[in-house]
Structure formats: C-alpha cells, structure tokens
C-alpha cells in the first residue's frame, strides 16, 4: 500500500500495479488535499500511474468520485474548461481524458475515492448515465466530507474485511449524490447551510488556526448570528465543537499510531504540546500517554 500522511494531505493506494481486473468491486485509492493559494499541484508523491501533468491531462482505468469542499478551481475535459466551486462533486469515468486544478489565487480541499467493478458500473449507468453531466453542484455536505473521512479511516485499517466494508461506503456516497440531486436545493435552510459549511470548514482545517469571524464572513453574516445558530442546530458552540474534533482526531492518533504526542498536538491544531496535553486530561481524566497505554492492545 502506497501512503501519505500530513497535516495537509492524506492519502491511500491500495492495489498494486498490475492487479487482474476480474469484475470484482474494489476501492483503489482514497485521500484528501488541501492546497494553499500558489501551492503544488498536483503532489509528487502519487504512484506514477495517477500522476497528470494539468495541461497533458490522463486518462485512468477506473472512476473517481472528487469533491471539493473549499476554494474553486477548474476541470477540463473534451468538452472544455469547467468551473469548479466549493461544494461541487465531479465523477471521473474511466478512459475519460481529463484534468483538474484548483485556483491559484484560492487553492482548494478536494476529497477523492478510486473504485472499479461491474457492481459499480451498474449502478452509475443507472442514476448517472453518461449522456448526462459528470459535474454535480450539490452544495456544502458535511454527511459526504465524513464518507470520505471514514473511508481514509477504514483504509488504514488491518481488518480483513476493509474492502468490502470502502465498497458499502462508496455506494452509500452514490446514493447520497443521488438523493441530493433529486432534492431542490430550496429544501436546505439558510441555517442548515451554514452549519454543514462551518461544520466542514473544521474538518478540513483542524490541524491550523481557524478564525470563526472569517466563517461567518465567508457565508456573508455576523459572527453572533453564526454563533447562536450552530449552538441552536448542534448543541454546543463552534469552538467546543472545534475542540471536540481536535480531540477526536488525537485519539485516534494515539490509539492507532505510534506518532508521539508533541506530534499529535500540531497535527489536531493545538498550539502548543502542553496545552493539548491539559486539555485532553481536563476532557478524558488522563493525560495522553496513559490513554494510549490503555489502548495498546487496539495499535496497529
């Protein structure tokens, strides 16, 4: 298994070259990355076969579900340039020559998971044909940045169901595009909107400082205003649900990984080591490192 993992890229391949491709449903890939204004693009840690000049453009043996949950963008294919913006998903099908790149004066987060098999064809030529468009603006979806977050979990894993369980998550994010599309957008609540969008905002950046003033001015209202509704929507205000998320992903960190805890604190955005280590006691009872001695057994 190909892999990389930092605060602003995570990725995994998960099928060697030349694996026989008998029909079988099978997950090839999953990964995030955010892209800074005037970063690096694409990385050049991806095996050679996924690597695409984005003027050359690629072609690849297998569909690719993007989503890009900040900044904008653009995907070219035969038909041209595409705008892409925050909140777009694109189906990639295979053999279709195409290349994608974020804005350089905004970079973006995209999402991505790699899949191939007849179960698979079978669904997308049924709810998304190839006569119709491979761009869907679905809008900011909290419930799909977790699909692909729990796909990324679910990879590193060394459960010898993994693949079975990648595919049902993959079917589970069709259905949802599905749902989605079938939906008029004017169901989804200007409160709703915000709270998915501030929701995934953290998720995306919670190893850096996040501003919640420059939330509520991204989606154009007041900080209060933000405040108060996440607070009425998820129960608790955005900062104790940013340090929830934080402490989240350091427990996952520390029961899976042999990453050490000063490590941990900047990866899940701490400011520094001792005050993470403060925090997690306050919240848990004990401090890191005997909360991962107690989870020794669950290492991978």
């Known amino acids: 298994m190909t892999s990389e993992d930092s605060p602003d890229c995570k990725f995994r391949y998960l099928l060697a070259d030349g694996t026989s491709d008998n ?4 997950i090839s890939t999953v990964g995030y990355q955010n892209v800074e204004p005037g970063g690096e693009y694409p990385i050049a840690k991806h095996p050679h076969r996924y690597m695409f000049d984005v003027k050359k453009g690629r072609f690849l043996d297998e569909y690719q579900l993007i989503y890009i949950s900040h900044g904008e963008g653009v995907l070219t294919d035969r038909q041209g340039d595409h705008e892409i913006n925050a909140g777009t998903l694109f189906l990639l099908r295979p053999e279709y020559w ?37 761009i869907f603006r679905i809008g900011i979806r909290e419930e799909l940045v977790g699909l692909y977050r729990e796909a990324l979990q679910c990879a590193d894993s ?16 069709l259905m949802l ?21 501030t ?26 205003w933000l405040r108060k ?10 900062a104790k649900y940013l340090q929830s998320m934080r402490l989240q992903k350091a427990k996952y960190f520390l029961i899976n990984t042999r990453v050490p805890v000063k490590e941990i604190a900047l990866k899940c955005g701490f400011a520094t080591p001792e005050y993470f280590c403060n925090v997690f006691k306050e919240a848990t009872g004990v ?14």
């Open 23 to 26: 029909g079988e449903n099978v």
């Open 158 to 173: 060394d459960y010898f169901l993994v693949q079975s369980l990648l595919c049902a998550i993959v079917q589970h994010m």
């Open 287 to 300: 401090s890191p490192n005997n909360f991962r001695d107690a989870h020794k057994d669950n290492e991978i």
């Open 177 to 197: 595009l599905k749902y989605h599309l079938s939906c008029p957008e004017g169901n989804d609540s200007l409160a709703q909107k915000a709270i998915d969008y």
């Open 98 to 134: 195409h290349a994608y790149r974020p804005n350089p004066a905004s970079g973006w987060t995209e999402h991505y998971i790699g899949f191939k098999g007849d179960g698979f064809t079978e669904t997308i030529e049924r709810f998304f044909p190839i006569t119709e468009s491979n």
């Open 229 to 238: 509704t996440f607070k009425d929507y998820a129960g608790m205000p955005p």
């Open 199 to 224: 929701k995934t905002y953290i998720l995306d950046k919670l190893s850096q400082k996040i501003s919640f003033e420059q939330i509520a001015d991204n989606l154009g209202m007041s900080y209060s």
